[in-house]
């Protein structure tokens, strides 16, 4: 696991590739009929039964994400439900990330269906932005084309329709990602360096990341677009947003660009269970996902090294799966901490049916082991010591906005005063 000491690649220039609607496009692919249906997807981490994805036919119906599907079916009795299986997603988009990186060493997924790919250094091998888009447009054809072959094998293939994905090219990850989403279906849309003020100025501020809050005070001040965003002085939006508003001002304003970070593929560690019988009681599983983790950790690779990133899949009955992941925010090679936020998933968004088949991976480690860390051998100092983070963190907002400081020490100076005011004094706060 030496790799894991190296930085990964970066690339400051980017290729956004996105296919909408990822998930309900990979059933589309399992089962044509549905593309001429309308059809949705249920939530797959939802604790009652709600609609994930609604397809183009379904969202004329007026059937919208989030609804039930009791309210689904009234909008649209004709509607096609569909039972999630994220692990065939999961599948799915790993090998979209394969075909990408045939084409760049440098990919950076972002969400199911979302992924960067850099393209810094790439024009000796293909060209200029238009011939690097159009390999990676070749390259996903070509793994289509294989998708639909009859001789080839469906464990090999990227099964979406190539008039799903769209492109986009630009200076950072930002103007990539909204080059892509204007992008029309299966084209893509090229930022020429230099262009990029001109092409973000035209629009609207609903493409910054933003929370519903934030976008429903945006438009109370008349800022529609980002050009109106970028106009304002910096220092205004800071003062009214903090942080959050200087990065949108400078996204808005092609002032900054998040380079594309590519993956170090780490060699996952599994382990696996299969069940004589189908399981739906939810203690056993616990008690198999703590089993399972036990098992990784004793793995020979595994050995100083703490745990990051860890996920359990579980095979259902009907072909149906169950999914959980969880980045941990404090590495560690304990069985209980690791298995909290699977056995969290597990209470709130349990397996749709009993489980065959339940597989346990760590994808990412750190270095280090629990046992090593001499300066947070309890849970105490570890909690205080997020929470002085969370304070400091604070303290550098509210001094951003105000600028000046507003957080005090009390401090004793003369204990023996009668007065209070001579008895203590304040001090500026200094996490």
Not at 10 to 15: I, N
Not at 42 to 71: E, I, K
Not at 174 to 179: I, L, S
Request: hydrophobic share 45%; proline share 9%.
């Amino acid at each position: 696991m030496d790799r894991y000491l190296s930085p990964p690649p970066t690339s400051s220039v980017a290729v956004c590739v996105w296919i909408p609607l990822f998930a309900l496009r990979c059933e589309e692919a399992r089962r044509p009929e549905l593309a001429s249906q309308p059809s949705a997807l249920l939530a797959p981490d939802a604790s009652r039964r709600v609609v994930w994805q609604v397809s183009p036919l379904a969202r004329q119906a007026g059937v919208r994400p989030g609804m039930t599907v009791s309210q689904a079916i009234g909008l649209c009795p004709a509607l096609r439900l569909c039972e999630p299986d994220p692990v065939h997603y999961d599948e799915r988009f790993a090998l979209l990330l394969a075909a990408l990186a045939r084409v760049s060493p440098v990919v950076e997924p972002a969400e199911l269906g979302l992924a960067y790919v850099g393209t810094d250094g790439l024009e000796g091998l293909y060209g200029g932005p238009e011939q690097i888009v159009e390999a990676i447009k070749r390259g996903m054809r070509n793994a289509e084309r294989g998708a639909f072959d009859p001789a080839s094998s469906s464990s090999s293939a990227f099964r979406v329709p190539r008039s799903a994905f769209r492109v986009g090219w630009g200076k950072g990850k930002f103007v990539a990602w909204v080059a892509a989403t204007r992008a029309k279906p299966g084209c893509a849309i090229i930022v020429h360096p230099g262009e990029e003020g001109k092409f973000l100025a035209a629009q609207p501020v609903a493409v910054l990341p933003l929370d519903p809050d934030a976008h429903r005070r945006l438009r109370q001040l008349g800022l529609r677009t980002l050009g109106q965003l970028a106009a304002l002085p910096e220092e205004a939006i800071v003062s009214q947003f903090g942080r959050a508003g200087r990065r949108w001002w400078r996204l808005a304003a092609g002032a900054t660009a998040d380079p594309v970070v590519g993956r170090v593929l780490p060699e996952p560690i599994s382990a696996s269970l299969t069940f004589f019988t189908p399981v739906a009681d939810r203690e056993m599983l616990v008690l198999a996902l703590e089993r399972l983790i036990e098992r990784a950790l004793r793995h020979p690779r595994r050995t100083g090294w703490r745990v990051q990133a860890v996920r359990a899949r579980a095979e259902l009955e009907r072909a149906a799966s169950w999914l959980a992941a969880a980045t941990l925010k404090d590495p560690s090679a304990d069985r209980d901490h690791i298995a909290a936020p699977l056995k969290t998933r597990l209470a709130q968004a349990p397996p749709a049916g009993a489980v065959e088949r339940l597989v346990v991976e760590f994808t990412a480690f750190a270095p280090g082991t629990a046992e090593l860390q001499l300066f947070a051998r309890d849970a105490g100092a570890a909690a205080r010591a997020g929470q002085r983070r969370a304070l400091r963190s604070a303290v550098q907002e509210i001094t951003l906005r105000l600028k000046r400081p507003m957080l005090h020490h009390v401090i004793e100076v003369q204990p023996w005063s009668r007065l209070p005011e001579r008895r203590y004094a304040l001090i500026d706060y200094e996490p």
